[in-house]
């Protein structure tokens, strides 16, 4: 899409209502324009796989039959390059972050105002997440809690083994050395430990690992 042309959308909504207020709203915007619209995620499914491909979908969350995350997860599948912006009503932790790990760029509510859904969906095609501070705080709730709930802390492979190097005293030079990676590749590993443990230091991983038994015991 170049500069001039319209940012084409579709619009998946199981509410004829919402549906045609959207896109009442958005034709008004010159740089936009709905090209195609459905009433439930089958639908909208169903309508790309024609041939009827926008440049993003806005997408409603609950809707009888395939809900939006697992109308957003069938459609990355298969389109992976599709922008898809969740925009519901419900806030719930868990939704967010499965909204996310489905597929969606960002996650809207429909409270939002016109200008920051014009803001979000000018983000979403530059590939940029946009969310209000309530939902970013939603997110990371759900991470936290989808993480607390493995057994392993949700931790990549990659991630155990910089955890146990850590729990050996190595430096973040050492591992990256260890592990043939580099030392910002390292401190990147060591933030999403801190961040998915809840935990503020290397101390606090390394003890961490040993509590778990994760650990090679001395």
């Known amino acids: ?82 922008k898809i912006i969740m925009l519901t009503s419900f806030l719930e932790d868990d939704k967010v972050y499965a909204a996310i790990e489905a597929g969606a760029v960002s996650y809207v509510l429909k409270t ?27 997110l990371t709730r759900g991470l936290r ?5 493995a057994g392993d802390e949700g931790l990549t492979e990659r ?4 955890l146990l190097l850590i729990a050996e005293g190595r430096s973040n030079k050492e591992i990256g050395e260890e592990l043939h990676i580099s030392v910002k590749t390292v401190k990147t590993h060591v933030s999403n430990l801190l961040m998915k443990c809840e935990l503020e230091d290397r101390t606090q991983l390394a003890v961490l690992a040993h509590r778990k038994g994760w650990a090679k015991q001395s």
């Open 1 to 82: 899409m170049n500069g001039n042309d319209k940012l084409k959308i579709m619009i998946v909504d199981d509410h004829d209502m919402v549906r045609t207020g959207l896109r009442t709203y958005l034709m008004l915007e010159p740089k936009f324009e709905v090209v195609a619209e459905a009433g439930s995620g089958q639908a909208a499914l169903d309508l790309l796989l024609s041939g009827d491909t926008p440049d993003l979908i806005l997408m409603d969350l609950m809707m009888p039959g395939m809900n939006g995350i697992d109308t957003t997860k069938a459609i990355v599948s298969r389109f992976p390059d599709m």
């Open 112 to 138: 939002v105002s016109a200008e920051e859904l014009i803001y979000a969906l000018n983000g979403a095609m530059r590939g940029m997440p946009v969310m209000t501070a309530d939902v970013s705080q939603a």
């Open 145 to 149: 809690q989808r993480t607390a709930q």
């Open 159 to 162: 991630e155990k083994e910089v």
